[in-house]
């Protein structure tokens, strides 16, 4: 399969209806080239979701995005506006910033030149004698930037759709959870030695549940979605929290306002391509799937509640038991993609989906319809 990795006559078996389909074959999780491939036409292509807006609070705060595609820096700038620059400066290059914080300017650790927040190039020490040279012809390299409900992503492409356009039905599905009046409470952070693409698929199924997570979440139930955009989805019908463990009964009010669909229980969904975004009914979480090698996937887990709920009294213990639950369950998400991760490398022939794996199947396929040649 090495001329022909992209040859869509490979994946017609994975292209069929749910209860007759192949599961994508090992090779999709192990080739660097099938990875390279993912970079250029599925990364650089497509809406990135890094953070959300109210962890850049005030003019100067930000935040780096390490993607595939090369570090960007996240950042508020002085009149409140969200931009998104390339983490490299106009001089020779040089990496700017590092992991989030505040400054007045941009300045380059090599040489010393400064940016406004506006992505400026003001301060250039040494340059007086360099001819035909303004300073002004040397901007940071903006990017485009959109948010939704306090969600913001990145592209690296120069002119996407719009994110509500990429995000089609969701945008109207989750409106009563009004995402952009919560509030980031915080992070997890972990690396895997897995492909992306495997912790994806675990994040979109709950079939595995009864068995890897028997001693936390225990077996969970879950059924279709209905979607429009770039997006998958199950649902796990609860009327308790399922942000919490089973038998918890700490759990925090739902949200005010739930519509009927948002009601009926916990929606776990894929933006395409990495990111987990989960409309519980007491609270939102994510899971961020940042590929790193082809085996190796660093994973950003961050909570947002409502405000109403975060004045609370008693919010800062009650919500501990949420993080001891995310905490013990992507544990063990981590280590199963991990385990699988290793069996892939003698298989050598795709699978076959089980029927719960609607949402997967859905993935596997929106996947292929990136990769491969037309
Ligand atoms: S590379 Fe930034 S000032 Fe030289
Ligand atoms: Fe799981």
Redo the contacts with the bound molecule.
Sequence with gaps: MTCSLFDPAHYQTVRKSLLQASTLPPVCYTSPRFFDREIERIFLRNWQFVGREEQLAAPGEYICHDGVGGSVIILRDADMGLRAYANS?R????RLLDGDGRCRRIV?P????SYRLDGRLVGTPGMQQAENFDPGDYPLIELPLDTWAGFIFIHYAGSPPPLAQYLGSMVDRFASHRGDEMRHVGSLEFDIDANWKLLAENALEAYHTGSVHRATLGQQDSRPVDTSGNWTALLVEDEQSVATLPGEDKSFPHIDGLDAEARAGACFTLVYPSTQLVFAQDCLWWLAFSPVMVDRTRLTLGACFPQSTIRLPGFEDRVKPYFERWRLATAEDNAICEVQQQGQRLAREPGRFAPGEFAVHAFSNWVLDQVLER
């Design positions: 400066c001089h020779r290059g040089s380059c090599y040489h010393g030149w």
